[in-house]
């Protein structure tokens, strides 16, 4: 569990163009689970009691032309 959190909190930080995060704290980040953690190649969210966290990748991010 916690190479897990090290590794998802590594993954927020790193949000560079490319990628977007949400963070959400408070009641509402439980609303559908108190634990849980999802990995792929398209993001990583963490859910842990009052936070819920995740990182997604987003289209585009390459030179205009």
């Keep these: 569990m916690k190479t897990l959190v090290?590794?998802?909190?590594?993954?927020?930080l790193f949000v560079?163009?490319?990628?977007?995060?949400t963070l959400t704290v408070g009641p509402q980040a439980n609303d559908s689970s108190y634990l849980g953690?999802?990995?792929s190649?398209?993001?990583a969210s963490v859910t842990v009691p009052f936070v819920k966290?995740?990182?997604?990748?987003t289209e585009g991010?390459?030179?205009?032309?």
Excluded: E, F, H, R
Excluded at 6 to 12: D, I
Excluded at 53 to 57: L, N, Q, R
């Design 61 to 65: 991010g390459g030179k205009k032309k």
């Design 16 to 21: 560079a163009s490319g990628c977007s995060s």
């Design 53 to 57: 966290a995740s990182v997604k990748t």
């Design 41 to 43: 190649l398209k993001g």
């Design 37 to 39: 953690a999802d990995a």
């Design 6 to 12: 090290t590794v998802t909190v590594g993954a927020l």
